[in-house]
C-alpha cells in the first residue's frame, strides 16, 4: 500500500507529463501558460467498483534566475489525503527552472518526504556542453529534452492540430539519471465528463515508463487535455498492478487564455 499511495502521487507529476515534438531547434513559443498559473488535481484509487481519494497536487508558475539566466520557476507539490496519513505520509516537492527565452531546463529540485523517507536532489543542467550534474553521477544530455515538471508545460504549446488520430509524437525525459525514449500516441478529439465539469479535450496515450506498480508496457494510461490555447491536463487514466487510479483537475487561477472547452460545470448538466 505504501508504494501505491507513492506512485499515486507520481502520477500527479511524472504522468501529466506526456509529450514534446522532435524538433531541430528544440523549441516552441510559448502560447499556453504564464507566470501565476495554479493548477490544482486529485488522485482516486479504484480496487474495485468504489473510488477513493488518495492524493492531492498542485502546479505553480513564478519567477527566479539561475545564474544569470531568467527563468520560469515550475513547482508541483503532492501530498496524501489525511485520511491515509496514520499509516504513511506523503509530503513532495519538485521544481523546475526553465529558461525564460527558451524554455530549456536550467536547474531540477526534488524534495521527497515518503513515510521515513527523507531527502534532497538537485540537478543542475548544463545545457551547451550536454550533461546533467546529479548528487550521484554525470549524465549526457541530448540536444533536445525536458525534465518531469517543465515537461508538463513545454508540452501544452503542441500544435495538435497538425498531427491526425493514430500519430505518434517522441519525447526525451530526464528522470533518475536516465533518458527516457517514449511516444504519445494523438487519439483524436472527444468530449470528457470530470469531477470538475464537461469539457471538449483532446485525447492523447502515452507509452507507459515500467515500474513495480505500473501495469508492463503498452499504450495502456489515457490522458485528457482541453481542446483550447490553455491545452490544460483534465483527467488521466491508467491501471496499476491492483486496480487503477484516476486523476482529475479540480481548480485553477491566473489561466492566460479563455477557457473556451468547458461546456459546463459539475452539477450544471448532471
Given amino acids: 500500500m505504501q508504494l501505491l499511495l507513492r506512485y499515486v502521487l507520481g502520477l500527479l507529476f511524472l504522468l501529466c507529463s506526456v509529450a514534446a515534438p522532435a524538433q531541430d531547434n528544440c523549441y516552441i513559443p510559448n502560447t499556453a501558460w504564464q507566470q501565476g498559473e495554479v493548477l490544482r488535481f486529485k488522485a482516486w484509487y479504484n480496487m474495485s467498483a468504489l473510488w477513493v481519494g488518495a492524493g492531492e497536487a498542485s ?9 544569470s539566466r531568467p527563468a520560469y520557476h515550475f513547482v508541483g507539490e503532492g501530498r496524501t489525503l489525511r485520511s491515509y496519513e496514520w499509516f504513511f505520509k506523503v509530503r513532495d516537492r519538485y ?19 515518503e513515510g521515513s523517507i527523507h531527502f534532497t536532489e538537485v540537478v543542475a543542467f548544463d545545457v551547451a556542453n550536454g550533461r546533467a550534474t546529479s548528487p550521484k553521477q554525470v549524465t549526457r544530455l541530448p540536444p533536445c529534452f525536458q525534465d518531469v515538471i517543465s515537461t508538463l508545460y513545454y508540452a501544452r504549446n503542441i500544435d495538435f492540430a497538425s498531427y491526425t488520430p493514430g500519430s505518434r509524437i ?15 500516441k494523438y487519439l483524436g478529439k472527444e468530449r470528457i465528463k470530470t469531477r ?3 469539457f471538449n479535450a483532446l485525447k492523447l496515450a502515452p507509452l ?11 499504450e495502456k494510461m489515457t490522458l485528457w487535455i482541453s481542446d483550447d490555447a490553455n491545452r490544460l491536463p483534465l483527467r488521466i487514466n491508467s491501471p496499476v498492478i491492483l486496480g487503477s487510479v484516476k486523476v482529475d483537475l479540480m ?4 489561466l492566460r487564455n ?11 448538466d448532471d
Avoid: C, H, W
Fill in 258 to 268: 479563455p477557457l473556451t472547452s468547458l461546456i459546463s460545470r459539475k452539477g450544471e
Fill in 95 to 113: 521544481e523546475s527552472f526553465v529558461d525564460a527565452e527558451t524554455l530549456r531546463p536550467l536547474r531540477f529540485v526534488r524534495q521527497v518526504n
Fill in 196 to 198: 470538475y465539469g464537461t
Fill in 208 to 218: 507507459l515508463i515500467e515500474g513495480n506498480v505500473f501495469k508492463e508496457g503498452g
Fill in 170 to 184: 517522441p519525447i526525451k525525459m530526464y528522470l533518475e539519471d536516465k533518458i527516457y525514449d517514449f511516444y504519445v
Fill in 251 to 254: 481548480g485553477f487561477e491566473g
Fill in 59 to 67: 502546479f505553480t508558475i513564478g519567477n527566479g534566475v539561475v545564474g
